[in-house]
């Protein structure tokens, strides 16, 4: 019988806690508002898709984002060029074995059960058998 009260009780906090109220951002007099119902004009909902689209932002809130998807696009050029560039398709699997070779003797190092060790040695050897005959 206890867990039945417990239920009555849980279910509508949950169900509270999953609804999304809508707040909206108003300019007044004494500055922007923030009220759960719609403006005198048109409505700029926060968090929704008005937001995602950058309407309703400020221009310093617009000039960070802005500033944030440049550096990104920077951080996302400079990792391409880490990458070899060869188009050579033997270049890149060779490169790619490396890495995993390279994980795979990080594992090693750092420990691990008798399962996993055996399987991961079946690797490194695995993959220095391909890198001795492909590459290099």
């Known amino acids: 019988m206890k867990t039945g009260k417990w239920m009555l009780l849980c ?3 949950m169900l509270s806690l999953s609804v999304r109220a809508a707040v909206y951002r ?3 007099a004494q500055g922007v508002q ?3 119902w719609p403006c005198g004009g048109a409505p700029v909902l926060r968090g929704g ?3 995602a689209a950058g309407t309703g932002l400020r221009a310093s809130e617009r000039a960070w984002l802005r500033q944030r998807e440049r550096a990104r696009a920077r ?3 400079t990792v391409q060029k880490e990458r070899p560039q ?3 398709a033997r270049a890149r699997r060779c490169w790619s074995r490396r890495r995993r070779l390279a994980r795979v003797r990080d594992a090693l190092r750092r420990g691990y059960r008798p399962a996993r060790g055996e399987r991961l040695r079946r690797q490194r050897r695995e993959l220095e058998d391909y890198l001795s005959r492909f590459c290099d």
């Open 11 to 13: 279910v509508p906090l």
């Open 26 to 28: 108003c300019p007044g």
């Open 34 to 36: 923030f009220q759960d």
């Open 49 to 51: 898709a008005a937001d």
């Open 75 to 77: 951080h996302h050029r």
């Open 86 to 88: 060869a188009a050579d």
